[in-house]
Structures are given as structure tokens and as C-alpha cells.
């Protein structure tokens, strides 16, 4: 399983951003797919999540209405679509992924299989 992820950089705050995560390796949906980040000094936060055996989705409270995950099937790619950004959304993004997640609910899963390298996101004021 690889996941490759696109898409960061600078962005003014109040401005949007999409990440990407290309994801290759997985031969059914019964997977789920997590999107996190890691702040300067700050602890890696899980921000959002999706399970492809049911599609349902687990969002984070700082993130709800402003951050959301879409999937494109034919392109095997999960977004981040991130708008109203803010300085404090500055951090290093990761998605990740959990096979055989069943209907586990995404955010209770463990996140300890797979994941990509990182992307930057800078928001500047």
C-alpha cells in the first residue's frame, strides 16, 4: 500500500486549500482513510477521517464546517479540502490508512499501518 500526498503550501488565512492523497495497493473498500497534522511544537491531531466500506465520516470539532474529505473512485484519490484557513492551521498534513477496517467507526481506529510522507501547509496573516 503506498499513499502519496499533494497539494500544500503558502495560503493567506481566510484563503482554501486542497490536499491530495493518491492511494494505491487496496484491492476492496475496507479500508478507511484518516487525515492528520503535525503543528510546529505541537502533537500530531487527528483531523477527519472516512471508512470506504460504508463511507461514513468522523470529523473533528476545530475542523467541522471548515475542512472535508471527498473521495474520487476512478483516480483511487481522497481530498482535504481545507477553507477559512488560518495561521493556526499551519502544520505538516499526513493522511494515512487503515486496511481492514470493516464498519469500525474511523476515529476510533488505531492508524498504525500506512502512511504518506507529508505535505506543508503555511498560513500566513
Known amino acids: 500500500v503506498q499513499l502519496v500526498e499533494s497539494g500544500g503550501g503558502l495560503v493567506q488565512a481566510g484563503g482554501s486549500l486542497r490536499l491530495s492523497c493518491s492511494v494505491s495497493?487496496?484491492?476492496?473498500?475496507?479500508?478507511?482513510i484518516g487525515w492528520f497534522r503535525q503543528g510546529p511544537g505541537k502533537e500530531r491531531e487527528g483531523l477527519l477521517c472516512i471508512n470506504t466500506s460504508d463511507g461514513k465520516t468522523s470529523y473533528v470539532d476545530s475542523v467541522k464546517g471548515r475542512f472535508s474529505i471527498a473521495r474520487d473512485r476512478a483516480k483511487n484519490t481522497f481530498y482535504l479540502q481545507m477553507d477559512s484557513l488560518e495561521p493556526e492551521d499551519t502544520a505538516v498534513y499526513y493522511c494515512?490508512?487503515?486496511?481492514?477496517?470493516?464498519?469500525?467507526?474511523?476515529?476510533?481506529?488505531?492508524?498504525?499501518?500506512?502512511w504518506g510522507q507529508g505535505t506543508q501547509v503555511t498560513v500566513s496573516s
Open positions: 495497493g487496496f484491492t476492496k473498500d475496507d479500508y478507511a
Open positions: 494515512a490508512a487503515e486496511g481492514d477496517s470493516g464498519y469500525v467507526p474511523c476515529e476510533l481506529l488505531n492508524w498504525r499501518d500506512y
